[in-house]
């Protein structure tokens, strides 16, 4: 262990979780919840890490922000699938990429909530290997990395 203490939230998940394979009069619902709860928590990603796995060639890089600014500039290979018009978008996504693919989602920055809104889109689709980057094109553009458009 690192020593840092873990989020509020995703303490309470664990304990929750925990608690529910030791006693069995918990809720299944409440099990449930702290499982998803713990896969959101866990599934923000920052610049370091995004990088890395970027660097890795083990992911599929979303971009969630619309195709008009998709097609000005994105990060390197990334795919459009934007949050505006994903249910016209996903039947081509979902038989190009296989449901067990790591993906990356992103959009413009940290305070922009498509690529939350299109990772629990995909994640409803049965995509369970589906992480956010949370600082977005902005942060990436900015650290030099990678690009096209």
């Known amino acids: 262990m690192s020593g840092k203490p873990l989020p509020g939230k995703l303490f309470a998940a664990l304990v929750v ?11 299944q619902l409440h099990a449930a919840e702290s499982v998803a709860l713990v896969k959101e928590v866990s599934a923000e990603l920052d610049l370091a890490a995004t990088k890395a796995i970027f660097d890795s060639h083990s992911a599929c890089f979303v971009d969630a922000r619309s195709e008009y600014v998709y097609y000005k500039s994105h990060i390197k290979g990334a795919i459009s699938l934007s949050d505006s018009r994903f249910d016209e978008q996903f039947p081509d996504f979902k038989q190009k990429k296989a449901i067990e693919t790591l993906i990356v989602v992103y959009c413009t920055e940290s305070s922009c909530g498509k690529a939350r809104r299109v990772a629990r889109k995909l994640m409803k689709n049965g995509y369970r290997n589906v992480r956010v980057y ?4 902005i942060e990436w553009a900015h650290a ?3 690009m096209e458009g």
Not at 134 to 137: S, V, Y
């Open 144 to 146: 030099g990395f990678p």
């Open 134 to 137: 949370t600082g977005g094109l």
């Open 17 to 27: 979780l925990l608690l529910s394979s030791i006693s069995p009069s918990l809720s």
